[in-house]
């Protein structure tokens, strides 16, 4: 039989996060609230480039981008934005998505397998992903875990506790 493997990545879907972003550009211009104050939403290379007038307003269009990614399946846990900063006579704030496990937390994971997952699963960092494998058969040729009783591969992994 086969070894099973899995991965754990976290990735974004950069479409999601455009439209999301498109729909709070679209929001902003509706609004009474942000009307004359200079707010804007966009793109600035790999960065979400906010602004306005006010360092209130500014915070507002950050809430309304949130509000548009929650709607699109997108967790706020993704996005870094920075503080609200004064540039001439309008505030901005700066936001990126972040994508990948970092290495600290992946090396956290890949030792919360080793030592409280099942026997014969092998976890590694690759990158900015954590790539494990079962094993299964072990070295006697009996059953390894996964095989036959027990929780599985997949029953093991969902049991392990991972927070970060």
Known sequence: MADSSFDIVSKVERQEVDNALRQAARELTTRFDFKNVGASIEWSGE???????????????????????????????ALDADEPMLSGKEYKIFATIEEGISQENAKKVAKIIRDEGPKGV??????????????????????????GQGPGLRGAVRQLPLTW
Do not use: N
């Open 122 to 147: 092998k976890a590694q960092v690759q990158g900015d992903e954590l790539a494990g494998q079962l094993q299964s058969r072990t070295t006697s040729g009996r059953p390894g875990p996964g095989e």
């Open 47 to 77: 960065k979400i480039e906010m602004k306005a007038s006010s360092e209130e307003r500014v915070k507002a269009i950050l809430d309304v981008f949130e509000t548009k990614l929650v709607k699109r399946g997108i967790s706020l846990k």
